[in-house]
Structures are given as C-alpha cells and as structure tokens.
C-alpha cells in the first residue's frame, strides 16, 4: 500500500509541475510581447489544453505503475505537454526574450522543488513528509528533463 500510496503522491505532485512549468512559458512569452499562446488559449492553469496524450498521461502512467509495483524506485517520472506556441517575430530582442521564455519554465520548477525541500529541511514527517519527497522528486526530474 506505501508503494502505490508514493506514487499517488508522485501523480498529484506531477499535475502542478507540469501546468506551472507551461503556465510560467506562456506568461513570459506574453509580459514579453507575444500574444500567441493568450491566442491558443495556452495562458491558462487548467490542465486540459496542455495535454498530450503521450506525454502527459501514458508515459507518466507508465512510470507511476512502475513505480506503484516495484516500490520506491526512483524511476524519472515527468511529464511533457503540447509545445508552447512562441513566435520570437513580436519580441524586441529575440534571441534573449527566446531564451527568457525558456528559463521561466525551468525557474517555476526549480521553485516548486524549493519548497518541497523546505519542508523536509524543516523536518516534517508521515505523510506530508512523503508527499514533499515526491513533490521534491517530481519537479527535480521536470527540471532535469527540460534542462
């Protein structure tokens, strides 16, 4: 029951990792000039339009079904969603601009991670404590995966 109790933690902790990690692009993109992904409907924190169906649900099933069945292993659970519509034509300095979009997803991850690390620093326990590991996990695995 621990290890699908973990992996139901490490599924919860990917659905905001992911829709943040997108959410973060497109704000960047837009603060920045570029209205395509306001266009698309892809400035949002609803899941829904992000989705692909490989990236986003099959593959982390695969892991988390993995992971449910073998205990902690520590496979990489991560996700992925549809590309974020950039067009670098409405920025003012493409090239940087590009480069901060980039960044502002791997940042929403790596602030995420931070948290879940401040509460293990901070010594919560039971389950909580084993919801910020995987909250902790999960968004480390993002970082690394888009890095």
Do not use: C
């Amino acid at each position: 029951m621990d290890d699908f109790k973990f992996a139901l933690y490490l599924g919860i902790s990917l659905v905001p990792a992911l829709v943040l990690h997108e959410y973060a692009h497109a704000f960047v993109a837009v603060r920045l000039g570029d209205p395509t992904a306001k266009r698309w409907g892809r400035l949002t924190l609803n899941p829904k339009p992000l989705i692909d169906p490989f990236g986003s649900l099959i593959l982390p099933a695969l892991a988390l079904i993995l992971v449910a069945a073998r205990g902690m292993l520590l496979l990489p659970v991560f996700a992925y969603a549809k590309p974020m519509p950039v067009d670098p034509t409405f920025f003012k300095n493409p090239r940087r601009d590009m480069n901060l979009v980039v960044l502002a997803g791997l940042l929403a991850n790596i602030l995420l991670a931070f948290i879940g690390g401040l509460l293990i620093r901070a010594g919560v326990a039971g389950e909580l404590g084993t919801f910020a590991f995987a909250w902790l996990i999960v968004n480390a695995f993002m970082f690394g995966f888009q890095l």
